[in-house]
């Protein structure tokens, strides 16, 4: 799988906004994983920022691999974490498996928690709990002790539960069966594995079902997808033919206008949305 997607989308004003848009990694499940995964990314990305800003050197440049795609490669088949090495651009070798690296990582962050940018950048999380299970999950693997985290960490999960599957079978699971449960965990739509560890509380859940299904038709009231949610609610209601995508809404009838929403945290109505909400009345 390509690690990132080159297009410039950015999905917002160009002049204020590049998308960096990461498409490597685990298909998560996992509330807890998910959570973690795109709080750490956007820590890390808010500290290169940060240091851009005040012209510092963030850290992190003396961490880049001579070649990324093997160090993906190691890191996962080292089911330790700690046991992989990797040759860095600078020519040395790091000992130590994913886990010294995202122990520097939550070391550069560490020191940039103090400055009020990054530590108001997660409005709706703390940033300090982030950090405390990010070293509580890091000290579980130095210690031996993943196994701890099998109810927030995928792969973790699986593997817990195919150990128990084998165990029950006597060894003689097949690896097709495993395959498939493997398919059956990820599937969105119609798989039951995940659902099922979930009933049991064998997985580790943040939002009920019931704040699950919310989201699908409350979206955040800071962003601009209140407007466009607003937008869409309002022309479904006057039977109005309609488009949008993510910075556009277009009303092609019974007038044609459309207006643009460039700022994805401006929920505030423009002049330009108000008057194409009174043209559906």
């Excluded at 990314?41 to 012209?55: F, K």
């Excluded at 093997?70 to 089911?79: F, T």
């Excluded at 040395?92 to 886990?99: C, F, K, L, W």
Aim: glycine residues 6%; negative net charge.
């Amino acid at each position: 799988r390509p690690m990132g997607n080159t297009r410039d989308e950015p999905h917002a004003d160009p002049d204020a906004f590049r998308r960096l848009h990461v498409i490597i990694g685990d298909s998560n499940r996992s509330q807890w994983a998910t959570m973690m995964k795109l709080a750490t990314t956007h820590l890390v990305l808010c500290v290169i920022e940060q240091a851009g800003g005040e012209g510092k050197d963030s850290g992190f440049a003396r961490f880049s691999f001579a070649d990324a795609s093997a160090a993906n490669h190691k890191v996962s088949r080292d089911l330790t974490g700690v046991e992989a090495s990797f040759d860095m651009a600078d020519g040395t070798v790091m000992e130590g498996g994913a886990v010294a690296i995202q122990e520097r990582y939550l070391e550069i962050v560490e020191r940039f928690v103090g400055h009020p940018e990054v530590c108001s950048s997660l409005p709706r999380t703390d940033v300090h709990e982030v950090i405390r299970q990010w070293r509580r999950v890091i000290e579980a693997f130095r210690s031996g002790a993943s196994e701890t985290f099998a109810d927030k960490v995928d792969w973790l999960a699986k593997r817990r539960l195919f150990d128990m599957l084998r165990n029950r079978a006597g060894g003689r699971l097949s690896v097709s069966k495993l395959e498939q449960l493997d398919m059956d965990y990820h599937d969105v739509a119609n798989g039951a594995l995940y659902a099922s560890l979930c009933r049991r509380g064998a997985m580790r859940t943040l939002v009920s079902e019931s704040q699950a299904h919310e989201a699908i038709d409350v979206p955040p009231h800071d962003t601009r997808a209140a407007l466009r949610g607003r937008f869409i609610q309002s022309a479904r209601s006057h039977n109005a033919q309609y488009s949008c995508d993510w910075t556009r809404l277009s009303l092609t009838s019974p007038n044609r206008m459309d207006v643009t929403l460039l700022d994805p945290f401006d929920a505030q109505p423009s002049d330009r949305f108000l008057t194409i909400l009174e043209a559906l009345q």
